[in-house]
């Protein structure tokens, strides 16, 4: 712990985190060809076919049946149970957005999402800033309004994206499971649902819109549960301060995705929005590695 009540970073943590929200941004790659399936049974795929996925890497594991004794522990089955119905809304919620290509709105609530992430860590965990590190979360939260005051309103998909997300975060934090286990536990909640949605709906997509479309949906397990894995491990290790800072790497590189992949325009207020965000992210990380190297200041 540093002097200010609030954990060193974690190597593990960090590069976990970072992976995650790496192949959060580039996401859109594997989702848009699949546009033409509907939202929601979009999500339903998702949910339903992680939960298979993550059985067998516990399988490989040796420790399938120990995951299921996570389900005889009131505690913890109550926090994943609500964990689970947060990080559903949160994929219900940018599949919409996607659909209805409203992928800007759903950015801005990653934009703002880091920064409810830094209130939580402040409010529930109790963790301190220095002046430093308060600087560069105003640093962050200046990038998040350059971007809103650019879209000329707040929107709802982006308060739902930043909200479920980071209150899944905190959540998670509080399940004293492992990554693995506690995963399989929430996709297990879930797949009841999705599976009858699935059945009720012809398959939800699958086979009706060709070979590639199925690929994304039967593998759409999988892409879902390594980044969260990854995401998930990082909330263990790290404050939630760093955690909510580290998530600029996603909207930064869907705006790279965007512009230089999708050939989407990049806006003036964009520009100013990342350089003040990432002013925030190294002032907060270089003052976090020189007080765990050196000392307090």
Not at 11 to 38: E, N, Q
Not at 79 to 100: D, E, R, T
Not at 215 to 241: K, W
Not at 256 to 265: D, I
Request: positive net charge.
């Amino acid at each position: 712990m540093t002097q200010h009540g609030t954990p060193g970073l974690d190597r593990t943590g960090i590069l976990a985190g970072s992976a995650a929200y790496l192949w959060w941004g580039l996401a859109a790659f594997y989702w848009v060809p699949a546009k033409v399936v509907p939202a929601v049974d979009l999500l339903a795929h998702r949910a339903f076919w992680a939960a298979p996925f993550c059985a067998v890497l516990l399988l490989a594991r040796g420790r399938l049946l120990g995951a299921f004794r996570v389900l005889r522990a009131p505690r913890s089955l109550m926090l994943l149970g609500l964990s689970s119905a947060l990080v559903a809304l949160n994929w219900g919620i940018f599949l919409h957005a996607m659909g209805q290509n409203r992928l800007a709105e759903a950015s801005l609530g990653y934009f703002m999402q880091p920064l409810v992430t830094v209130l939580i860590g402040l409010v529930g965990f109790r963790e301190r800033l220095t002046p430093l590190q308060w600087m560069s979360v105003g640093f962050a939260a200046a990038g998040v309004a350059v971007y809103t005051s650019a879209l000329g309103h707040l929107p709802l998909v982006a308060l739902g994206v930043s909200v479920s997300f980071g209150l899944y975060g905190a959540v998670r934090r509080l399940v004293q499971v492992d990554s693995l286990d506690g995963l399989f536990v929430e996709t297990v909640l879930l797949a009841p649902f999705a599976l009858g949605w699935i059945l009720w709906h012809g398959g939800a997509g699958l086979g009706a819109h060709g070979h590639h479309v199925d690929v994304i949906l039967l593998g759409a397990g999988a892409f879902t549960a390594i980044p969260l894995l990854g995401y998930i491990e990082a909330a263990r290790r790290l404050p939630m301060i760093a955690l909510g800072l580290l998530f600029y790497i996603n909207p930064t590189v869907q705006l790279l995705v965007a512009v230089f992949a999708f050939g989407e325009p990049l806006q003036p207020a964009a520009v100013w929005s990342f350089s003040l965000v990432w002013a925030g992210v190294v002032l907060y990380l270089g003052q976090t590695l020189r007080r765990r190297r050196f000392g307090p200041a």
